[in-house]
C-alpha cells in the first residue's frame, strides 16, 4: 500500500493522553511527598477519575482509531503481531496490551484510593462506604500498586523510544498533531460533537460520585458535658 498523510488521532484523544500524562505525575509526585500535598493527591485522583471514565466513553463513541474495538489484542492480532503479519494503524496489539494495563491498573489505583486514608488527617471522600478496617487493607494496595503504576509507564515510555529510535516509527509526533505522514490506511472519521458531550457528561457524572458529595453529611458531635460550677 502506498504512504500517505492520514487523521489517526482526534483532538478529545489527544487531549486526554496528555492531562493524564500530567495528572499521573502529579499524582505520583505528591503521594509521595506526602503531608500537606495529601488533599492534593486527592484532588488529583478526582481529576484522573474523570479523564480515565472519559476515556471509557470516548473508547465507545469516539473517532475510528479511538475505539476500543479498534485496537482490542485479540489473541490472533497478537499472534498475527508476532509474526511479522499484522497491519493496521493506531495502536499495534502489543500497545494495545499496554494501554488497557495501564487503563486497569489506573482503575484499580482509583477505587483503592477513594477510600484509602493515612492514618493521620486523610481519607478518601468514599471511606465511610467500607469502613476502617477495609480501608487499611485497600490503602495498604493502593501503595504497592503505585510501583506497578510506575513500571508500566516507564516501560510504556521506554516502548515508545524504542519504536522512534530502533524501529524508526514515529509514535510521538501524531498524539502531538493529531497526523501521521506515512499512514497506510484511511483517516479516522467519527466521534462528533455529540459524542463528545456524552463523553463529557459521563465525565462529569463519575467525577461527581467519586467525590461523595452524595453520601449523608455525618452527624453533629454530641454536646460536651457540662462540668458543675462547684
Known amino acids: 500500500m502506498n504512504s500517505k498523510r492520514i487523521r489517526l488521532w482526534d483532538l478529545p484523544t489527544r487531549l486526554f493522553h496528555w492531562s493524564l500524562v500530567l495528572c499521573v505525575a502529579a499524582a505520583v509526585i505528591s503521594g509521595?511527598?506526602?503531608g500537606k500535598w495529601i488533599d492534593w493527591h486527592g484532588k488529583i485522583g478526582l481529576a484522573i477519575v474523570g479523564l480515565v471514565a472519559f476515556r471509557l466513553a470516548w473508547g465507545l463513541l469516539g473517532s475510528t482509531y479511538a475505539r476500543f474495538a479498534q485496537f482490542f489484542p485479540t489473541p490472533g492480532r497478537i499472534k498475527a503481531y508476532l509474526s511479522g503479519q499484522w497491519r493496521g494503524e493506531g495502536h499495534n496489539p502489543l500497545g494495545a496490551l499496554s494501554v488497557f494495563g495501564l487503563l486497569g491498573v489506573l482503575g484499580v489505583q482509583l477505587l483503592t484510593g477513594l477510600v484509602a486514608n493515612d492514618d493521620i488527617a486523610f481519607r478518601g471522600p468514599l471511606y465511610d462506604l467500607v469502613g476502617n478496617d477495609w480501608s487499611n487493607r485497600l490503602s495498604g494496595l493502593h501503595h504497592l500498586l503505585a510501583?506497578?503504576?510506575?513500571a508500566l509507564v516507564v516501560l510504556h515510555v521506554a516502548a515508545i523510544a524504542f519504536y522512534g529510535?530502533?524501529?524508526?516509527?514515529k509514535l510521538l509526533k501524531p498524539m502531538l498533531t493529531g497526523w501521521k505522514d506515512d499512514g497506510e490506511g484511511e483517516s479516522a472519521t467519527g466521534g462528533g460533537i455529540v459524542a463528545l458531550l456524552v463523553a463529557l457528561l459521563?465525565?462529569?457524572?463519575?467525577?461527581?460520585?467519586?467525590?461523595g458529595a452524595w453520601l449523608p453529611e455525618p452527624p453533629p458531635p454530641p454536646p460536651a458535658a457540662e462540668t458543675p460550677s462547684w
Do not use: E, T
Not at 147 to 150: A, G, H, P
Not at 202 to 211: E, L, T
Open 32 to 34: 509521595q511527598v506526602g
Open 147 to 150: 510501583n506497578v503504576l510506575i
Open 165 to 169: 529510535h530502533v524501529k524508526k516509527k
Open 202 to 211: 459521563f465525565a462529569a457524572a463519575a467525577v461527581y460520585g467519586a467525590s
